[in-house]
Nanobody, 121 residues
C-alpha cells in the first residue's frame, strides 16, 4: 500500500558528493518522519540522519557538517545531500519513514530496499 524507493547511490571518489532520494508512494499519503540509515559490511545498521514533520533534524556525529537531510512535501520525497564523502561512508543506505495514508489516516512504518554508496580512496 505504501512504498519507499531510494535512488542516487553510486561510486564516488573521496571528497566527492552524492544526493540520495527517497520517494514515497501511496494513496493520500503524507510523511510524518523519515530516517536515513546505513549498513556497512560486518557492521550494524546505524542512523545517519532524520527529519520530522515540523522540520527538526538530527545527525550522527560522524556525518554532522557533511550531510544534510531535507524534504519536499509536495513530492513526498526526502533527500540526503552528502558532501566531502569519505571511504568510511561506504554502505548501503536505507530510508525509513513513518507515514499516514488513506482516508482513515492509518500510520505505517516502511523501509526502502536500499541504495549502495561506495566511496573510493
Amino acid at each position: 500500500q505504501v512504498q519507499l524507493v531510494e535512488s542516487g547511490g553510486g561510486l564516488v571518489q573521496a571528497g566527492g558528493s552524492l544526493r540520495l532520494s527517497c520517494a514515497a508512494s501511496g494513496s493520500m499519503l503524507s510523511i510524518n518522519a523519515v530516517g536515513w540509515y546505513r549498513q556497512a559490511p560486518g557492521k550494524q545498521r546505524e542512523l545517519v540522519a532524520n527529519i520530522i514533520n515540523v522540520g527538526s533534524t538530527n545527525y550522527a556525529d560522524s556525518v554532522k557538517g557533511r550531510f544534510t537531510i531535507s524534504r519536499d512535501n509536495a513530492k513526498n520525497t526526502v533527500y540526503l545531500q552528502m558532501i566531502n564523502l569519505k571511504p568510511e561512508d561506504t554502505a548501503v543506505y536505507y530510508c525509513n519513514a513513518e507515514v499516514s495514508y488513506g482516508f482513515s489516516r492509518r500510520v505505517a512504518n516502511v523501509w526502502g530496499q536500499g541504495t549502495q554508496v561506495t566511496v573510493s580512496s
